[in-house]
């Protein structure tokens, strides 16, 4: 009985592996071997894998953006329908670009400053067009430079301050692949793990904080609705600054300045006299839960609510 060749013995999975290893005409030239490495080699799954190691996935990226509702522009440019086609385009912008490498490195370097600044001035405005278009700029440089770990951290944090938390750790996720010791993308990481750790605190049965549509749980709500009436010591359906300071006192321990009992009411939702309504109240711990949820679970105890099960410590004893 004859041996069997060497690449006889080899699987599907381990010429794509050799594949990857390989230069493009390499690649080739193996195929022109034999029947079976030419079918193999052609096969779309090993372009593919062969495009996303040699110039980053592209389109993993943009299809995470603009599921976050991110405008792409021309940057969100449909999957290849021939990926050996999209190689070798790719590789030829690539090798046309190393000719240009001093112009390309300026040109991102700037493009990069900007996206810094449009994240800056999104935390001042608020603006979601400030993100769409720093987006674009740190797809456009990938393009260019799949290895830039900045760009991945800066998406990253643009889904971050989205709240789309999952998605962001997703981006980060490839960009500790690119430089697995760049220090902004493991301290971010770390910190939206922190917050998803948060959402479900330490027990496997605690009572979300949330709902789907990331507004408050109507658990959460009358947790809050209870102690905002232990507050409301005249019943007309908001806090007074003296009864406000009384809520902060018992919260933190500490009494808070008159300013910040006026603002409070502006900013989080204020009757005609201007003191804070429950619906400011749900306000304001909406956006604490959003940013730190342990410390919305914290503040529950501190009332005498069971931060994980939001319910009356009494009634958690109990049951």
């Known amino acids: 009985m004859a041996s069997p060749k060497t690449f006889d013995i080899l699987t599907e999975e381990l010429i794509e592996i050799l594949a990857s290893y390989l230069e493009p005409l390499d690649m080739v030239h193996l195929g022109a071997t034999c029947k079976r490495l030419y079918k193999s080699i052609n096969r779309p799954e090993v372009w593919e894998h062969k495009a996303v190691d040699d110039?980053?996935?592209r389109f993993?990226?943009?299809?995470?953006?603009?599921?976050?509702?991110?405008d792409l522009g021309e940057?969100?440019?449909p999957e290849p329908t021939?990926?050996?086609q999209y190689y070798k385009e790719r590789h030829m912008a690539m090798s046309q670009m190393n000719k240009d490498a001093d112009v390309q490195i300026a040109q991102s370097e700037k493009d990069y400053e900007e996206a810094q600044e449009l994240l800056r001035g999104f935390q001042a405005s608020?603006?979601?067009?400030?993100?769409s278009r720093a987006a674009q700029l740190m797809v456009g440089i990938l393009d260019n430079f799949p290895g830039h770990a900045g760009c991945y951290h800066l998406l990253g944090f643009t889904l971050y301050v989205l709240n789309e938390l999952e998605d962001a750790l997703s981006l980060l996720e490839i960009g500790s692949m690119v430089d697995p010791n760049y220090e902004p993308i493991i301290e971010l990481t770390q910190e939206i793990q922190g917050l998803l750790d948060g959402y479900g605190s330490t027990m496997t049965d605690a009572a979300p904080l949330l709902d789907n549509a990331k507004e408050l749980s109507n658990r959460l709500k009358a947790a809050l609705t209870a102690i905002f009436n232990s507050f409301d010591k005249d019943k007309d359906g908001s806090l007074s600054p003296e009864e406000l300071s009384e809520f902060v006192f018992k919260t933190n321990g500490s009494r808070p300045p008159a300013a910040f009992l006026s603002q409070m009411g502006i900013q989080f939702g204020k009757d005609a006299k201007?003191?804070?309504?429950l619906d400011g109240f749900f306000n304001f711990f909406l956006e604490q839960t959003l940013e730190d949820p342990i410390e919305t679970r914290r503040d529950l105890e501190k009332h005498g609510w069971d931060g994980d099960r939001l319910v009356r410590c009494d009634v958690a004893r109990n049951a």
Do not use: H, P, V
Request: net charge negative.
């Open 60 to 70: 993993t990226i943009t299809s995470i953006l603009d599921s976050a509702g991110l």
């Open 55 to 57: 110039f980053g996935d």
């Open 126 to 131: 608020g603006d979601i067009d400030s993100l």
């Open 274 to 277: 201007g003191y804070l309504t």
């Open 82 to 84: 021939d990926w050996r």
């Open 75 to 77: 940057q969100n440019k």
